[in-house]
């Protein structure tokens, strides 16, 4: 079956031609995503789309078919890849650029918590640092702070964390952490 049969039979919604095309230059449209950075998923992906603009184009009247149909279908699988590639980079960059600036807010808000906790007592001070800081459980807490048991640190812990809570809401707004 030449271009021109292929492209009737695409335009009279002829599947099977169309499982014919997807089989007959599998290898060739994989091995192109492949050798440029993707994977065979995503080259499947891409394949499946230039077969699906291919489908739509060949219904369209006014399309003339100006190369064979495996040259066409290189060129809408490269297109298309580009575009893919091309956001992806995009996508890299904010994630990339949006992770920068959450990092820089995040040490801005560990300094406004470290200064408020300086300005707690010794106790409270301690187990908030131990707990938070130091990732100690609150059995180790307790061993490490002389109380009684596990339940006098978590105790302790929620009674400092209140205090704390209401020296952080009495110094700042909730906008200076809210951007």
Do not use: P
């Amino acid at each position: 079956m030449n271009d021109q049969e292929i492209l009737v039979r695409l335009k009279q919604g002829d599947e099977n031609t169309l499982d014919l095309l997807y089989k007959t230059h599998y290898r060739m449209m994989i091995k192109l995503i492949v050798k440029n950075n993707g994977t065979e998923e995503e080259a499947k992906d891409i394949y499946q789309e230039s077969l699906i603009v291919l489908w739509q184009k060949a219904k369209d009247d006014n399309f003339v078919l100006t190369s064979k149909i495996s040259t066409y279908l290189y060129s809408i699988c490269l297109n298309l890849w580009r575009k893919e590639l091309e956001r992806k980079k995009r996508f890299s960059y904010e994630v990339k650029e949006g992770a920068d600036v959450m990092e820089m807010d995040r040490d801005e808000r560990i300094k406004i918590i470290n200064q408020c906790i300086q300005r707690l007592g010794d106790t409270c001070r301690e187990v908030l640092t131990y707990y938070y800081f130091d990732r100690l459980s609150m059995v180790e807490i307790a061993e490490k702070m002389g109380f009684a048991n596990a339940d006098t640190s978590k105790t302790k812990k929620y009674k400092c964390k209140k205090e704390l809570d209401q020296l952080v809401k009495s110094l700042y707004k909730e906008s200076d952490f809210l951007d």
